[in-house]
């Protein structure tokens, strides 16, 4: 708690004669953040209430002035928003040298917004087409549907997006008076962040806001409602799987029962020893479920969550009764109740760190709460819950009396329990002339198409003085004005960039899908780069790489490659050096492009719902015309070295993290899936490492193992986060884990639930039509192709305890590692 407080300590919180509340924290590194917290959210839109005004003004503050924007990104700042049901924030990271500017901008875009009518219409479009794409996600939609039915009159049950029949009411003069309103001095938090001193800030700030003008600000009465009885709501949607979202009226973040109504939650659902877990998901009965205590400014609501296959819906509803009678009978785990309260102050403790973490959550605190301690108040009652408080708020507030269910359920027709062939897993592929390999899974689970687009590259084609290329390469080819057009098409676009490849994801509404793959065609065929995009980039990934300087796990995995890979591609990081970055010449780029970005090294998967013929016959036509190169490219394979290297890194941070790596063989053996097996072993709760070094002696915040692959050679890694004090003590019991692994001490349950838990992953990924379009694309760019994504499971399944033994005794000696410890040493 003393480092809590110490925190706070140095904060300092002062208001300007106009009303403006100023919250500075100093803060080292080269990065400054600034968070503006003003407090209107979608549950004080009054007369506008359902229409999404205040949503939609987040959006027009910064598009009404596009030239202040690019300037932004000119100053190497990187800046984002959202609205909630009572707040709205904006924050940014900018260099410390150019702080001042940006926060110049920041206020002139929030409080003096010029929004021409055509730039109003225009982003009311976009609004529109963003609430049609969240109803077609089906968690987004339950969620949407829960909340409204949730509440009997109070603004919470009306969406923060709104609705589009009432966005499409709103004028630009609603928009001027909505703001007016609420967008004044007085209503607003600025929190700086970042290494500089109070006095100046405080200076600037006064200077840059002397015009803005105290408003009044009238708040609309929230009705305080009593929900006495049960409410159900069904509704069919065109999927295969059931999504429910179950809550129980809850409390503001203001009440006594705050801290118990936390834990409960947490106790009910965080981890893989949870009551949800092993009750729900590890029994087969649900992909996911999870508890969540919402409290906003005032009257939230416990949500449970689940998503299951349709056949197991029924039981799923006896056993959850049960579940929720027999939890406020049963004693708790008092060991479990220790280990969430360490959880919490980790992530209080983590919360501190990153300068513009650190910027909104002091501009939120003290903008919800006035004070920006309340964190350190929250967390001392936290650490004095006991388990008959956790007990009291269950029985409280769990009441199936008054419960609100409401249910995504498939449609009639297509009511089928759900099953490979079901979850319409099988694809076509398609190789053009050219060397372009096609995937095409046409399946009807939600109304979003997802688009893969991937080569080989990343860190693997890089080398010392490229490095960091293929990040900077597809950033910059994602202008302001792409993401534009791809929004405007009620989709996204998302680059790709790792150990092994770079490209493009998209989604996109279905009935948008040959407008958004004429864009990606256009992109990847004729791609052209602006030399200001290139160099807002190579700032923006400079500014990136000094505040990962501090970061404990990038330093101890950076430091970690270079000693394990040798001459191997992996012994970089996928965001580069500085040096490198800074040497990156938008030349470079194009020479890179032009040897990699070529359809023989490319592979495009669509998954979705569209008429698998056309597709065939557009993508043909839209490509066909791209030509193949030859690739030149030589990698050779990368040997464990012949004893223990040891290295270590101070940096300026109160713990330490130990990783201890192998060099193990390619994706494109039999080892990989033995590698996925022995990692899991140590990861997450219940885990070998949790159960031997956090429960048994205390000495970690998280742990677990990974791993990095590709086609020439990999690597698995183990890793724990301590403190200095049990830093040695954690090294030995890492290597006595692994000898005990090696020695073969370790249960037949223990390497069963590994494999559930794999496959149950590898089930989640088949879902998501983004992440299994991902999986296809890459088994068929670095793998032995699509179809042997489908193999996974039974791979898993057939790994023998005597192959896993045989694994770890020819890849895991301890005496052939590297290991290093990097924080406060």
């Given at each position: 708690?003393?480092?809590?407080?110490?925190?706070?300590?140095?904060?300092?919180s002062q208001?300007?004669?106009?009303?403006?509340?100023?919250?500075?924290?100093?803060?080292?590194?080269?990065?400054?953040?600034?968070?503006?917290?003003?407090?209107?959210?979608?549950?004080?839109?009054?007369?506008?209430?359902?229409?999404?005004?205040?949503?939609?003004?987040?959006?027009?503050?910064?598009?009404?002035?596009?030239?202040l924007?690019?300037?932004l990104?000119?100053?190497?700042?990187?800046?984002?928003?959202?609205?909630?049901?009572?707040?709205t924030?904006?924050?940014?990271?900018?260099?410390?040298?150019?702080?001042?500017?940006?926060l110049?901008?920041?206020?002139?875009?929030?409080?003096n917004?010029?929004?021409?009518?055509?730039?109003?219409?225009?982003?009311?479009?976009v609004?529109?087409k963003?609430?049609?794409?969240?109803?077609?996600?089906?968690?987004?939609?339950?969620?949407?549907?829960?909340?409204?039915?949730?509440?009997?009159?109070?603004?919470?049950?009306?969406?923060?997006?709104?609705?589009?029949?009432?966005?499409?009411?709103?004028?630009?003069?609603?928009?001027?008076?909505?703001?007016?309103?609420?967008?004044?001095?007085?209503?607003?938090?600025?929190?700086?962040?970042?290494?500089?001193?109070?006095s100046?800030?405080?200076?600037?700030?006064?200077?840059?806001?002397?015009?803005l003008?105290?408003?009044?600000?009238?708040?609309?009465?929230y009705?305080?409602e009593?929900?006495?009885?049960?409410?159900f709501?069904?509704?069919?949607?065109p999927?295969k799987l059931?999504?429910?979202?179950?809550s129980?009226?809850?409390?503001s973040?203001f009440?006594?029962?705050?801290?118990?109504?936390?834990?409960?939650?947490?106790?009910?659902s965080?981890?893989?020893?949870?009551?949800?877990?092993?009750?729900?998901?590890?029994?087969?009965?649900?992909?996911?479920?999870?508890?969540?205590?919402?409290?906003?400014?005032?009257?939230?609501q416990?949500v449970?969550?689940?998503?299951?296959?349709?056949?197991?819906?029924?039981?799923?509803?006896?056993?959850?009764?049960?579940?929720?009678?027999?939890?406020?009978?049963?004693?708790?785990?008092?060991?479990?109740?220790?280990?969430?309260?360490?959880r919490?102050?980790?992530?209080?403790?983590?919360?501190?760190?990153?300068?513009?973490?650190?910027?909104?959550?002091?501009?939120?605190?003290?903008g919800?709460?006035?004070?920006?301690?309340?964190?350190?108040?929250?967390?001392?009652k936290?650490?004095?819950?006991?388990?008959?408080?956790?007990?009291?708020?269950?029985?409280?507030y769990?009441?199936?009396?008054?419960?609100?269910?409401?249910?995504?359920?498939?449609?009639?027709?297509?009511?089928?329990?759900?099953s490979?062939?079901?979850?319409?897993?099988?694809?076509?592929?398609?190789?053009?002339?050219?060397?372009?390999?096609?995937?095409?899974?046409n399946?009807?689970?939600?109304?979003?198409?997802?688009?893969?687009?991937?080569?080989?590259?990343?860190?693997?084609?890089?080398?010392?003085?490229?490095?960091?290329?293929?990040?900077?390469?597809?950033?910059?080819?994602?202008?302001?004005?792409?993401q534009?057009?791809?929004?405007?098409?009620?989709?996204?676009?998302?680059?790709?960039?790792?150990?092994?490849t770079?490209?493009?994801?998209?989604?996109?509404?279905?009935?948008?899908?040959?407008?958004?793959?004429?864009?990606?065609?256009?992109?990847?065929?004729?791609?052209?780069?602006?030399f200001?995009?290139?160099?807002?980039?190579?700032n923006?990934?400079l500014?990136?790489?000094?505040?990962?300087?501090?970061?404990?796990?990038?330093?101890a995995?950076?430091?970690?490659?270079?000693?394990?890979?040798?001459?191997?591609?992996?012994?970089?990081?996928?965001?580069?050096?500085?040096?490198?970055?800074?040497?990156?010449?938008?030349?470079?780029?194009?020479?890179?492009?032009?040897?990699?970005?070529?359809p023989?090294?490319?592979?495009?998967?669509?998954v979705?719902?569209?008429?698998?013929?056309?597709?065939s016959?557009?993508?043909?036509?839209?490509?066909?015309?791209?030509?193949?190169?030859?690739?030149?490219?030589?990698?050779?394979?990368?040997?464990?070295?012949s004893?223990?290297i040891?290295?270590?890194?101070?940096?300026?941070?109160?713990?330490?993290?130990?990783?201890v790596?192998?060099?193990?063989?390619?994706?494109?053996?039999?080892?990989?899936y033995?590698a996925?097996?022995?990692?899991?072993?140590?990861?997450?709760?219940?885990?070998l490492?949790?159960?031997?070094?956090?429960?048994?002696i205390?000495?970690?915040?998280?742990?677990?193992?990974?791993?990095?692959?590709?086609?020439?050679?990999?690597?698995?890694?183990?890793?724990?986060?301590?403190t200095?004090?049990?830093?040695?003590?954690?090294r030995?019991?890492?290597?006595?884990?692994?000898?005990?692994?090696?020695?073969?001490?370790?249960?037949d349950?223990?390497?069963?639930?590994?494999?559930?838990?794999?496959i149950?992953r590898?089930?989640?990924?088949?879902?998501?039509?983004?992440?299994?379009?991902?999986?296809?694309?890459?088994?068929?760019?670095?793998g032995?192709?699509?179809?042997?994504?489908h193999?996974?499971?039974?791979?898993?399944?057939?790994?023998?305890?005597?192959?896993?033994?045989?694994?770890?005794n020819?890849?895991?000696?301890?005496?052939?590692c590297?290991?290093?410890?990097?924080g406060?040493?």
């Amino acid at each position: 708690m003393h480092r809590m407080e110490d925190f706070y300590k140095r904060v300092i919180s002062q208001k300007l004669s106009n009303g403006l509340n100023v919250v500075f924290k100093h803060y080292p590194g080269d990065i400054v953040g600034i968070a503006i917290f003003i407090k209107v959210g979608s549950g004080d839109e009054g007369k506008y209430l359902g229409s999404g005004i205040a949503h939609l003004t987040e959006h027009l503050t910064f598009e009404g002035r596009k030239e202040l924007e690019e300037r932004l990104r000119q100053l190497g700042a990187n800046s984002n928003a959202y609205t909630t049901f009572d707040h709205t924030l904006y924050f940014l990271e900018v260099p410390k040298q150019n702080w001042k500017q940006a926060l110049e901008i920041f206020v002139s875009a929030l409080f003096n917004p010029q929004v021409p009518q055509e730039v109003f219409e225009r982003e009311r479009e976009v609004v529109l087409k963003e609430e049609k794409f969240r109803d077609d996600d089906p968690s987004s939609l339950v969620f949407k549907l829960g909340f409204e039915n949730s509440y009997i009159s109070h603004p919470y049950k009306q969406p923060v997006i709104g609705h589009s029949y009432l966005i499409k009411k709103l004028t630009l003069q609603d928009f001027e008076n909505f703001h007016s309103q609420y967008y004044t001095p007085n209503n607003c938090v600025i929190s700086i962040v970042g290494d500089l001193e109070f006095s100046k800030v405080y200076k600037e700030i006064a200077e840059i806001t002397a015009k803005l003008k105290p408003g009044f600000i009238f708040k609309n009465p929230y009705p305080y409602e009593e929900r006495n009885f049960p409410v159900f709501y069904s509704q069919e949607y065109p999927g295969k799987l059931v999504y429910v979202f179950i809550s129980f009226p809850g409390i503001s973040v203001f009440d006594d029962d705050l801290q118990a109504l936390d834990m409960l939650c947490d106790y009910l659902s965080q981890g893989k020893d949870s009551p949800l877990y092993q009750r729900f998901v590890k029994t087969g009965l649900c992909y996911t479920i999870s508890c969540t205590n919402y409290t906003p400014f005032l009257q939230g609501q416990v949500v449970f969550f689940a998503v299951m296959e349709t056949k197991n819906y029924s039981k799923f509803k006896e056993e959850f009764k049960k579940f929720l009678i027999n939890f406020k009978t049963e004693s708790l785990n008092t060991h479990r109740i220790q280990r969430l309260k360490m959880r919490l102050m980790y992530e209080m403790l983590k919360s501190q760190e990153g300068v513009l973490r650190i910027a909104q959550n002091l501009a939120r605190d003290q903008g919800i709460t006035s004070d920006f301690r309340f964190p350190l108040f929250y967390l001392k009652k936290f650490l004095e819950l006991k388990s008959s408080d956790i007990k009291k708020v269950a029985i409280r507030y769990l009441n199936p009396e008054i419960a609100c269910w409401v249910e995504l359920v498939p449609e009639k027709e297509k009511k089928t329990a759900l099953s490979p062939a079901s979850l319409e897993l099988d694809f076509d592929t398609l190789t053009l002339d050219n060397g372009l390999r096609l995937i095409l899974c046409n399946r009807r689970l939600t109304g979003v198409v997802s688009i893969i687009a991937v080569f080989e590259g990343g860190v693997r084609f890089e080398n010392n003085k490229n490095n960091g290329i293929s990040q900077i390469l597809v950033k910059s080819l994602i202008t302001p004005d792409i993401q534009r057009e791809f929004e405007q098409l009620g989709g996204k676009i998302s680059p790709i960039s790792g150990n092994n490849t770079m490209g493009f994801e998209v989604e996109v509404v279905g009935r948008n899908l040959k407008p958004a793959l004429n864009l990606l065609a256009n992109l990847l065929i004729n791609p052209e780069f602006n030399f200001q995009e290139f160099e807002v980039q190579k700032n923006v990934q400079l500014g990136k790489l000094h505040d990962l300087e501090i970061d404990l796990f990038y330093q101890a995995s950076k430091l970690l490659r270079a000693n394990l890979f040798g001459e191997h591609p992996y012994h970089n990081t996928v965001e580069g050096s500085p040096q490198s970055i800074n040497n990156l010449r938008i030349n470079d780029i194009r020479d890179f492009v032009g040897r990699y970005f070529v359809p023989n090294n490319c592979v495009i998967s669509i998954v979705g719902e569209f008429d698998a013929s056309k597709l065939s016959k557009d993508i043909k036509k839209l490509f066909e015309n791209w030509k193949k190169k030859k690739l030149d490219v030589s990698i050779s394979e990368a040997n464990p070295p012949s004893e223990v290297i040891f290295r270590e890194k101070k940096i300026p941070q109160r713990e330490v993290v130990l990783e201890v790596g192998f060099i193990i063989p390619g994706l494109n053996t039999p080892d990989r899936y033995t590698a996925d097996v022995v990692q899991t072993l140590v990861s997450g709760q219940g885990s070998l490492f949790f159960n031997k070094i956090r429960r048994a002696i205390g000495a970690a915040y998280t742990l677990g193992g990974g791993v990095i692959i590709g086609p020439e050679c990999g690597a698995l890694v183990f890793y724990v986060a301590t403190t200095p004090e049990n830093k040695h003590q954690v090294r030995e019991k890492v290597v006595e884990i692994i000898n005990q692994l090696r020695t073969g001490d370790i249960q037949d349950e223990e390497i069963a639930d590994a494999k559930k838990l794999l496959i149950t992953r590898y089930n989640k990924e088949l879902i998501e039509n983004i992440s299994y379009g991902f999986h296809l694309a890459l088994e068929e760019l670095l793998g032995k192709g699509a179809q042997n994504y489908h193999e996974y499971p039974s791979r898993i399944k057939k790994i023998t305890r005597e192959q896993l033994l045989d694994f770890v005794n020819k890849y895991l000696d301890p005496s052939r590692c590297v290991m290093v410890e990097v924080g406060n040493i």
